[in-house]
């Protein structure tokens, strides 16, 4: 009786450790840069936003995996929008606290759109994501501090603003959901 008691209550806790798990893997999000060639824009986009089907006939190109954030907000992590500038044809990702609405509007962006949660602490195997911006075509591209920033420097993207913290794999989720 008393093996048969500690065998359930093992296999009980197994289970309950493994949903866990999933349920904080399910809580990450991937986070991609795409490239349209004909407006040559970058586009910012978390995994669900759109469908890749649309992307691909909306003409963007070059799907890149950038890091992972999360879907819920929680403390030490930030809200990111997705804001369209209609006249620039550029759509930027910008943490809540970096601009006010009144500043994104007056700069002729709208269509303010909820799209993850970042960190915003450094913590073991985060990486430092980054805005940069290009004068000639009024654009703004979010990279990750791994990412190739000498190919940006070449194509005339300056200004580098620290933003937030990602995660740069989503099996390390565990890691920080310690901290």
């Not at 991937?30 to 003409?59: H, S």
Request: charged fraction near 20%; proline fraction near 4%.
């Amino acid at each position: 009786m008393k093996k048969t008691f500690i065998l359930v209550t093992a296999v009980l806790a197994s289970v309950f450790i493994a949903n866990k798990g999933f349920a904080q893997d399910d809580e990450l999000v991937g986070v991609f840069r795409w490239y349209n060639p004909v407006d040559q824009n970058y586009i910012t986009v978390a995994d669900g936003q759109f469908q890749e089907g649309q992307m691909l006939n909306w003409n963007w190109k070059n799907k890149t995996f950038m890091f992972s954030a999360y879907r819920n907000p929680a403390p030490g992590r930030v809200a990111i929008y997705s804001w369209y500038n209609p006249d620039t044809k550029d759509y930027a990702s910008i943490a809540e606290d970096e601009f006010n609405d009144d500043q994104m509007i007056k700069m002729g962006y709208t269509n303010k759109t909820l799209q993850y949660y970042a960190l915003t602490r450094r913590g073991p195997n985060t990486i430092p994501v980054y805005r940069w911006s290009i004068r000639k075509n009024h654009d703004w591209v979010t990279i990750p501090e791994e990412g190739n920033t000498d190919a940006y420097y070449k194509k005339g993207y300056s200004r580098k603003t620290f933003q937030y913290f990602g995660i740069p794999r989503s099996i390390d989720a565990a890691i920080y959901n310690q901290l």
